[in-house]
């Protein structure tokens, strides 16, 4: 179910009655307000907000038909927060993070979820679409079997389907890494320099998440939360091992691009040496020759260019030539004799 184009919120509603039906509408009013008061064996209201907390109704529902702590409204209304996940006794709130990565600025982008979740409820609150929460989303009414077991195991999914959107992620960032490392021996230009460093700062960006992602699942698996069954922790433990094993190859990744950084610096540094030492040999050969003819002043035939005939002003001139050509040669051969260029 796509979201209609609008500025204002669009409220959506799965709702598992005591049958066993699967009822898919989108939030009329009434329909909504009678869910929530049924407490059915399950209810998720997913919120797409593009107003950003601004839309009054969504307020009135957080606060007043779901009866959720005023800072708990406030945070998920405020998109500016780092994973976490506060216990509220009758109901627990988490920021949770997706991510997705644009391959031709090197950008990784975060996108924040605000979840509520109680005993036989999930409300879902974010600001702009999410293709991970809309792939789960689809799946639960194509298949009951997702929504049997209650509110706490269908987040457990929702957090996988987030856990499994992190691998795409890094593997693009991997492969544009790999194409880095093919081009860094033999570009020299800013660009290159540039393409490392959004690459670095977007691994950076995913350590910021990844870290307190992973301390909200540690805690998901061994907190007493009244609203999570004992028998579901396991399952939130699996999604913790899944973010331990993204931070550790995050940390690969950040030791790659790093070392690509470094690699990048060394092979510059190596052809700018490479030209100076060019350049200062040039001069050293030029520098006998600077000297000679400035000491001397070479005015072999001087104004009148009759002199010019006179064999001894010739015998001069080819001594004189003998010897700046002789100069630059010999030190040339020293240099190559002493292995400097």
């Given at each position: ?11 959506r ?6 049958d ?30 593009p ?23 406030d ?60 792939r ?5 009414q ?21 856990a ?9 960032i ?10 860094v021996?033999?570009r ?5 320099a540039?393409?490392i ?17 992973r301390?909200v ?5 061994r907190?007493?939360?009244a609203?999570?069954d ?16 993204l931070?550790d ?13 470094d ?41 009148n260019?009759?002199l ?21 040669v010999a ?10 260029w």
């Amino acid at each position: 179910m796509s979201y209609p184009s609008s500025s204002l919120a669009q409220i959506r509603m799965l709702q598992r009655a005591s049958d066993g039906t699967l009822q898919p509408r989108v939030e009329d009013g009434a329909s909504l307000l009678t869910a929530i008061a049924e407490r059915s064996t399950l209810l998720w209201i997913d919120i797409f907000d593009p107003s950003e907390g601004e839309d009054a109704h969504v307020v009135r529902l957080l606060r007043e038909e779901f009866r959720f702590h005023p800072l708990a409204v406030d945070d998920a209304l405020d998109e500016s927060h780092l994973p976490k996940v506060d216990d509220w006794g009758e109901y627990v709130y988490l920021v949770l993070h997706t991510v997705s990565f644009d391959a031709n600025l090197s950008h990784v982008r975060t996108h924040e979820l605000d979840v509520f979740v109680g005993r036989n409820y999930l409300v879902t609150y974010h600001t702009e679409p999410l293709p991970t929460l809309e792939r789960l989303w689809q799946s639960v009414q194509r298949d009951d079997r997702r929504s049997r077991r209650g509110a706490d195991y269908l987040l457990y999914q929702l957090c996988d389907a987030i856990a499994s959107d992190y691998m795409p992620c890094m593997d693009e960032i991997d492969a544009a890494l790999d194409a880095i490392q093919g081009e860094v021996f033999t570009r020299f230009d800013a660009a290159l320099a540039e393409r490392i460093a959004r690459l670095k700062s977007a691994v950076l960006a995913l350590r910021r998440v990844l870290g307190p992602q992973r301390e909200v699942f540690a805690k998901l698996a061994r907190g007493d939360f009244a609203v999570i069954d004992h028998k579901e922790r396991v399952y939130f433990r699996d999604v913790y091992d899944h973010f331990v094993r993204l931070t550790d190859l995050n940390e690969a990744l950040r030791d790659l691009v790093s070392g690509a950084m470094d690699t990048y610096l060394s092979v510059v540094a190596n052809h700018t040496n490479n030209v100076v030492k060019a350049l200062t040999i040039v001069s050293l050969l030029f520098m006998p020759l600077t000297f000679i003819t400035g000491f001397f002043g070479m005015n072999f035939f001087g104004a009148n260019i009759e002199l010019a005939f006179d064999a001894d002003h010739w015998l001069l001139f080819v001594v004189a030539m003998g010897v700046m050509l002789a100069f630059p040669v010999a030190m040339l051969l020293y240099i190559r004799h002493r292995g400097w260029w």
